[in-house]
């Protein structure tokens, strides 16, 4: 009996150890809870020091689009959609397959993350305005690209 209670002991701090991890595996960034208490006009809306390649896909109607809501409980819900791309977090950091990856987050030019899927929950937002900026990238993290401009999409929201 000692023994079972054991084992299931360890079977508990073990999954509680595994949960705590992807949560801080899914925060993709230290900072990007802090990022948003930045008052506008200190933050860097430019979005080109960042150093991402640029890869010029083959898919020429590829796009990105989002829209983002209020939460009611706290911060915003985004909700992405795109054309000729594919999200797959299974394949990030591995070889590069044109028309598949995974899209970055920049609130107020400072990078949130990393997103691989349709939707995106984020908290703690500072009232007011915010430059939300969507690009969608490769497995290997550089910028997909049609003629040398990157697919992004930019939206400013107020909070």
């Known amino acids: 009996m000692k023994k079972i209670i054991s084992i299931l002991f360890i079977l508990v701090i073990s999954c ?3 949960v705590e991890e992807n949560t801080i595996l ?3 960034d230290e900072n990007h809870d802090n990022h948003s208490s930045m008052k506008h006009d200190e933050s860097h809306s430019n979005h080109e020091h960042m ?5 010029e896909t083959s898919m020429k109607n590829m796009s990105v689009d989002f829209k983002i809501t209020k939460d009611i409980m706290s911060g915003v819900n985004i909700e992405i959609s ?4 594919s999200f797959s977090p299974q394949n990030v950091n591995k070889e590069h397959i044109d028309g598949e ?3 970055h987050l920049y609130i107020d030019g400072e990078k949130w993350g990393r997103i691989y899927g349709n939707h995106l929950h984020v908290g703690k937002i500072s009232e007011g305005s915010h430059i939300f900026l969507i690009t969608l990238n ?3 993290h550089d910028e997909y690209s049609i003629e040398g401009k990157t697919i992004k999409k930019t ?3 107020s909070y």
């Open 16 to 18: 509680s150890s595994s």
């Open 26 to 28: 899914n925060s993709s």
């Open 51 to 55: 150093d991402h390649e640029k890869v």
């Open 82 to 85: 795109t054309i000729d791309f």
């Open 101 to 103: 990856g995974h899209a």
């Open 138 to 140: 490769t497995n290997m």
């Open 155 to 157: 939206i400013d929201f």
